[in-house]
Each structure stands twice: as structure tokens, then as C-alpha cells.
């Protein structure tokens, strides 16, 4: 068991990391727990390590898949229902959102919508025990939840987990698609962290290990179902690294792909990272990093070194292959409106940390190589 100090967060890995749960509650003197996780979390994953807790707990399950305000809402009802004190969630990304936004709104004005109050500090602790290698969710200051439709990103430093527990052996059951699909996720992080504009020397560091571990360990743990503590490891250093410098326009433009076509989220970034990298390497002359043109050349040769490429074109090929060998499906655009639907969907934010110029029409273009077009597109 390894223990390490991250910002205003203590992480927690290695075999016997889960049974460390019980004495940190015990530490911080909790009395009752909510605990965030789906039922088919607890059916896949059990919590027997829990057992060893003296308090009470209350499950909290009524949460999608892309998680809503109303969901919120009732998770908040539920924790003061049974005055609960402290949050443990246990799943992927969307179990820890709703943990986050539960922990932050708690303490709010019931009266008034959460998403428009100020955002302060409060006691209540949360430790975050995530079931995939893909979101690193539980080593990040940000959620997403949807509000009437929209997605809402919910940013502030409180919301950071308290504890991250990182278990490596619930990968061994996760299913193909899912490993497929968050290992990728990881590996975008990693990717964009490294070029964004708002990187720093530590998330670059952070983004350079992710990038290593996955690349070094993918083959064996899709194939093989081997290299789970690597891959989980890798999957929370492109979690700390997109704390510090955000995603850029693979995740903004991912997001309505895997809304619309039901893919899931590390698959639907997987399909729109390489376009936008070979925009970037295309049209560095329209660089908006302030550290310049001759940075990003720099930022591009370096993550050509971490992957073992000779040039852009290499890195983007050896990309592809690995989309191709993990199986995944092209969204297939059915009507022409599909596409504009697409483009205007984008959080122009998102866009704001891509370390180079977009418009409406380059996305546009993007898209159209991203889509296949069905043979009876109206």
C-alpha cells in the first residue's frame, strides 16, 4: 500500500488500498456515510469494505449515466434525511460527479438553483473510490451534470475528493467495451493536457507519465487483462493533469457524439482527438498559446518522443491503429442536419485551451471526416 500527498488530497493505492476505508472514516470521525455508487456497482464490485465501519450507511443509487440536476437534488434530500456527515462514492465518473456536486450543494440555499450560488468550502469529507482507469475523476476539482438538457461543468477547488482510493483490481472485471473505451479516455486526457494552453511544467509531468503508462501497459491490459495497477495509475496522472490544465477540443467536440449516437464518452473522444491534432500540426501558425509557435513545435516533438514516433504524421498513424485494433465504430450521419448539429454544439470555453485558432468551418470539416455518411442521407 502506497500513500501519497496530492494538493489537499491523499491517495491511496496498492493491494490493500480498500482496506484502508474503514480506519480514514474512522479517522475523521464519521458517523453516518453516503455512499454514491450505482447498484450495479455494488453487484459487480461488493463493499464489504465497508464492513469494518462502526457508523451507519445509506446508499444513494438514483443516478444516470449522464447525470442530472434533479438527481442531484434528491442525493442532497437523501444526505440530510439520514444526517449523513460524509460522502464515499465508488464507480465511474458519474458516481464521483454526483458525489462532488452533492458535497458542494449541501450546504447551500435550498431555495435558490445551486448552479447560480456562490461556490464555497464546507466540512463535509469525501473519499472517492473509482471502479474504471479512464475519467481520473477522483483526483479532479470539476464535475458535469445536466440542466435541462445542457451540460453544466462545475468547477471549484472543494470539490477535490479528500481521499482517493485506488483499488486496481476492479479492472479485472470491468467489461471489454468499458476497459476500451476509459483506458482511451485516459489517453486523450494525457494527449491534450500535454498541448493545452494552460499546461504547466507539473501537469505536463503529470500528462507525460499517463501517456507512458498507457502506451507501455495498453496491449496487455486489453488483451491480456493484465497491467490493471499501471493502467489505474496512468489513469489518475491524466487526472491530475487535466486539474491543472483542462481538455481541449477532442473533449468539446466528444460530447454530442456520445449524446447523440450512444457511444461512450472515451470512445466518442477517441474518434475526435486525431483530427483535432492534425488541424493543430497543420496550422501552427495560427497559434494562440502565448508561449508562442516555436512552444507548441516543441510541445508536438515531445509528445512524438513519449510515443516513440519519428514526426506528427507517425504519432496521429500509430493513434489510428490503435482506434482500429480496439474495434471501435464511426458515428454514421443520417440526415445533413446531423452535422450542424454537431458543430454548433461545442463549448466555445473548451475551445479556449486548444493552443490553436478554431472557427465554425474548421470544425465543420473536422466533423465530416469523423462522420461516415450513411447511403441514405436526405
Known sequence: MKKENYKTQIIVSGEYALKEVSGILADLK???????CSRSAIRHYGVEFLEEFSGDITFFHEFSSNPRYEEVEEGIAVFEKEQCDTIVSLGGGSAMDVAKCIKLFATMDKSFNYLQQEKKQNQIRHIAIPTTAGTGSESTSFAVIYYQGEKQSVAHESILPDYA???AGFLEKLPLYQKR????????????SYWSVNSTEESKQYAAKAIQGIKEHLESYILENKGWEQIM?????AGRAINISRTTAAHA???????????????????CLPETWKYMSEHLERCIDTRGKAYLEQVLEELNQLLGKKDTASAIAWFLNVIDKMELEYPVQNKQEELEIL???????????????????DLREMYQEILKTSDTLE
Open 343 to 361: 458543430v454548433s454544439s461545442v463549448n466555445v470555453e473548451r475551445l479556449s485551451n486548444f493552443p490553436v485558432q478554431l472557427e465554425a468551418k
Open 30 to 36: 464519521a458517523k453516518h456515510v453516503l455512499a454514491v
Open 165 to 167: 482510493i485506488l483499488h
Open 181 to 192: 473505451a476509459t483506458v482511451l479516455d485516459a489517453l486523450c486526457q494525457g494527449i491534450e
Open 253 to 271: 467536440m466528444s460530447y454530442k457524439i456520445t449524446s447523440f449516437y450512444q457511444f461512450a464518452h472515451g470512445h466518442a473522444v477517441a474518434l
Open 233 to 237: 495509475l496512468a489513469a489518475n496522472q
